[in-house]
């Protein structure tokens, strides 16, 4: 075993001494979130990271994971109340709130949308079911009763989205793989054209590209999205919304094996000693969790 270990790189640890001290404790690779991260927060951190292995002789490799197609709401006016049995209008624009619609910032969600599919909200304690999409409008009927709040998620695990890697995941895209990067990782990867896509718009330099899988549908497409990336982070956030959170420990455990029947590396990630963001120490079955998908292989 020789794992090692990825720090995602925030406002509060982007700081020269805060970096170095995670670097003296064993972070093997910094990830950078392009999600909110800037490029002058790229520049700071690599810099850093630099003078980190002059002044130690630990190199620290970089990672810029792009955000992908992620879906959300947008600015609402207030949280809103869904109330079960009523049907809710997905709109692009110009919501009336006063007739049930509300705004979502993916503009082409209704091409993709069928009658029938879940969206789930709420990290999945709210299902809507689409009834009919009309125009630009995805009406869909609340299957529960719960509260939505401005820019949170929509997973839609039964529909598949073309198009992964829209304008501003090529623009980091081409920055960090210009600018350093040893790692892109791209966000909610479905099939393995998506990862040739993102080979296609960073002239395949030489960077190692992480295939993220949090959706339903890579699952079903797992060979070929392994076969053409440089390794796989299995995303428990999301894949766990999509999923039956019983399956999830069995999808993680197959998904490393299958990563490494293909020489690939496998991470795990999402709420790894999450609990430490407000205790010194974590939970026992935080640290059960790690050194499982340490054993397994991650």
Not at 44 to 62: M, Q, R
């Amino acid at each position: 075993m020789n794992p090692k270990i990825i720090a995602t790189i925030g406002l509060v640890s982007e700081n020269y001494e805060t970096l170095k001290k995670l670097a003296l404790e064993g972070m093997n690779i910094a990830r950078v979130n392009f999600s909110h991260a800037t490029q002058e927060q790229w520049f700071k951190i690599k810099n850093s990271l630099a003078k980190i292995k002059k002044e130690t002789g630990i190199s620290v490799e970089i990672m810029a994971d792009l955000q992908g197609p992620r879906i959300r709401f947008g600015k609402l006016p207030q949280d809103i109340k869904i109330i079960k049995g009523q049907v809710y209008a997905l709109t692009l624009q110009n919501p009336d709130y006063t007739n049930n619609e509300l705004l979502i910032d993916y503009p082409t969600l209704y091409k993709f949308v069928k009658k029938g599919e879940p969206l789930f909200l709420s990290n999945k304690l709210i299902e809507l079911r689409v009834e009919k999409v009309t125009g630009k409008k995805i009406y869909a009927k609340a299957l529960q009763n719960g509260i939505v709040s401005s820019r949170k998620g929509i997973n839609i695990p039964e529909t598949t989205i073309k198009n992964t890697l829209g304008k501003k995941d090529k623009e980091d895209a081409i920055f960090a793989s210009n600018n350093g990067a040893d790692y892109l990782s791209l966000s909610f990867v479905q099939e393995a054209s998506d990862i040739e896509e993102l080979k296609s718009v960073i002239k395949n330099k030489k960077v190692d590209i992480i295939a993220k899988i949090e959706r339903a549908k890579a699952i079903d497409n797992i060979d070929g999205i392994i076969k053409i990336s440089d390794g796989i982070m299995i995303a428990r956030g999301d894949l766990g919304i999509e999923m039956p959170i019983e399956e999830l420990c069995i999808i993680q455990k197959n998904l490393i094996r299958h990563a490494h029947q293909y020489n690939k590396p496998a991470i795990v990630a999402t709420q790894m000693l999450d609990s430490m963001t407000k205790n010194p120490f974590p939970t026992r079955a935080e640290a059960a969790d790690v050194a499982n998908a340490i054993f397994d292989g991650a």
